[in-house]
């Protein structure tokens, strides 16, 4: 039984928003006054209190002076979900960096309203935690940290990151982790370390642009493996698509993924595994977002089924902790050494003190309590944006339901092309990420990414409505 006051609160407050979700509760019906509900329940007015603030901040009931709280919102009510993308007939070049630099080339204005980055803003990170955190880094460290770390990473930080994985289902030892420089550096050493230029790997579809890139970097030709916006990769379509296109390696992200927040089912990411081991190809599975989870527990990841040493798991602290810092790892499984004679002929080893920084924080065990915070955020300003979307938006259009990561994909009719709408928005300094780069096949022109990282305010709520009339006036 839930007991502090704290939790209770949370505990009355998700009681409520789910007779609202079932529709006991309907939209406009007036809920008990602050007094009633402290009867009902049996707790003090200020745990009554706090449940109602935690459900007005969701966006889900409103107060209206001298009147009482009324339920506002329900998620039922959302618009309806994307599309699934159509199969593609064969791979094709990487080739989509002009549009992406296009895209983030005002990415510096402080002026614009970035709903195209991807990240938590800083002011929801512990900046101040973390600068303590460097200065005892300082002082552990051998020289203050100007020498080389070992080419396989902080030894504090690598133990640290297989204790987390006890959170996820898995045993690893420190021996099992190799520190890089943020999770795109994991990413480049562990496609690396599996392909060969000229190979075909499998993506996602819509697939993050980075992904893209990368593959473009790599000279490697790409796939694009159909993708549900809330299960994910089709693994029908995958378990065919392997030997037919003689891929060698696969590069997922299972959980929220980044452009639609779809999240593989631990059991299909046991069947993925299976797949892989079957066709004996790699799976790089790109976790970067599997902390920021909404729900009661974490999701598992396919590294966690992996008994023979095929997924290369890789992650960072980008998303969660320090995006400037750039720690990131990866578990390179079977393929560790050659990951390694890359890490070292790359870049040597990575930046001291941001490892032992990050380390020293996961030691101390402020990173779940920070995470338990940043999580109750970000799943209040996913409902908060979803809700000016869905009024805000044509009545035609389509949004995503993801349970974690910080991102909404959204779609609206063919006709409209949201690389247009970009334009126009920047005329409002506005910025949004167009659908087109996501895909390598001229698809998703009429879908666009939209980040909900940024704490909700005036200015956001106002930036949504210029963009749903920005979308009226182009349809």
């Known amino acids: 039984?839930?007991?502090?006051?704290?939790?209770?609160?949370?505990?009355?407050?998700?009681?409520?928003?789910?007779?609202?979700?079932?529709?006991?509760?309907?939209?406009?019906?007036?809920?008990?006054?602050?007094?009633?509900?402290?009867?009902?329940?049996?707790?003090?007015?200020?745990?009554?209190?706090?449940?109602?603030?935690?459900?007005?901040?969701?966006?889900?009931?409103?107060?209206?002076?001298?009147?009482?709280?009324?339920?506002?919102?329900?998620?039922?009510?959302?618009?309806?979900?994307?599309?699934?993308?159509?199969?593609?007939?064969?791979?094709?070049?990487?080739?989509?960096?002009?549009?992406?630099?296009?895209?983030?080339?005002?990415?510096?204005?402080?002026?614009?309203?970035?709903?195209?980055?991807?990240?938590?803003?800083?002011?929801?990170?512990?900046?101040?935690?973390?600068?303590?955190?460097?200065?005892?880094?300082?002082r552990q460290l051998h020289a203050g940290g100007i020498g080389y770390e070992p080419l396989q990473g902080n030894e504090l930080l690598r133990g640290q990151i297989a204790r987390i994985a006890l959170s996820w289902g898995s045993t690893f030892t420190a021996d099992d982790v190799i520190t890089t420089s943020g999770c795109m550096d994991a990413l480049t050493l562990c496609l690396a370390a599996t392909t060969q230029p000229g190979d075909t790997i499998a993506v996602e579809s819509p697939a993050y642009y980075g992904a893209l890139q990368l593959a473009e970097s790599l000279n490697l030709k790409v796939l694009?493996?159909?993708?549900?916006?809330?299960?994910?990769v089709d693994l029908d379509y995958l378990?065919?698509?392997?030997?037919?296109?003689?891929?060698?390696a696969c590069?997922?992200?299972?959980?929220?993924?980044n452009p639609m927040g779809a999240c593989v089912p631990d059991k299909n990411k046991k069947e993925l595994v299976s797949i892989i081991v079957k066709h004996d190809i790699a799976l790089i599975e790109d976790d970067i977002y599997g902390d920021l989870y909404f729900g009661k527990e974490r999701p598992a990841n396919c590294k966690t089924f992996d008994k023979h040493g095929h997924v290369l798991l890789c992650n960072s602290f980008s998303k969660t902790l320090a995006p400037g810092y750039r720690v990131g790892w990866t578990m390179p499984g079977k393929y560790k050494e050659k990951v390694l004679l890359l890490k070292q002929?790359?870049?040597?080893?990575?930046?001291?003190?941001?490892?032992?920084?990050?380390?020293?924080?996961?030691?101390?065990?402020?990173?779940?309590?920070?995470l338990r915070n940043l999580r109750k955020i970000m799943h209040t300003q996913c409902l908060r944006y979803s809700q000016a979307i869905s009024e805000y938006f044509p009545d035609t259009s389509r949004i995503s339901r993801p349970q974690g990561g910080c991102v909404l994909w959204i779609e609206l009719?063919?006709?409209?092309?949201?690389?247009?709408?970009?334009?126009?928005?920047?005329?409002?300094?506005?910025?949004?990420?167009?659908?087109?780069?996501?895909?390598?096949?001229?698809?998703?022109?009429?879908?666009?990414?939209?980040?909900?990282?940024?704490?909700?305010?005036?200015?956001?709520?106002?930036?949504?409505?210029?963009?749903?009339?920005?979308?009226?006036?182009?349809s």
């Open 413 to 474: 009719e063919d006709h409209v092309n949201t690389f247009e709408l970009f334009q126009q928005a920047l005329k409002h300094k506005i910025s949004i990420c167009p659908g087109r780069i996501f895909s390598l096949q001229n698809r998703y022109n009429n879908c666009f990414r939209l980040s909900f990282g940024n704490p909700w305010s005036k200015s956001i709520d106002e930036g949504l409505k210029t963009l749903g009339k920005l979308i009226r006036k182009i």
């Open 224 to 232: 694009e493996v159909p993708t549900h916006p809330v299960t994910g």
């Open 345 to 370: 002929n790359h870049s040597i080893a990575c930046s001291s003190l941001p490892q032992a920084a990050v380390g020293h924080f996961l030691e101390i065990g402020r990173y779940e309590h920070h």
């Open 1 to 138: 039984m839930l007991k502090t006051a704290d939790h209770l609160y949370l505990q009355v407050a998700d009681n409520i928003e789910q007779l609202i979700e079932k529709e006991v509760m309907k939209i406009g019906e007036k809920l008990p006054s602050v007094r009633m509900l402290s009867r009902q329940q049996g707790i003090s007015m200020t745990t009554a209190f706090q449940a109602y603030y935690h459900l007005e901040a969701k966006g889900l009931i409103e107060s209206r002076p001298k009147s009482g709280y009324y339920i506002r919102f329900n998620t039922r009510r959302m618009p309806p979900m994307p599309d699934t993308c159509q199969p593609v007939k064969k791979a094709s070049e990487a080739t989509v960096n002009d549009m992406v630099m296009e895209v983030f080339n005002h990415m510096n204005r402080e002026d614009i309203l970035k709903f195209s980055v991807a990240t938590p803003p800083v002011q929801i990170l512990p900046a101040a935690k973390m600068s303590k955190a460097v200065i005892h880094a300082m």
């Open 251 to 257: 590069l997922f992200s299972t959980n929220f993924n």
């Open 239 to 248: 378990d065919k698509a392997i030997p037919r296109h003689k891929i060698r």
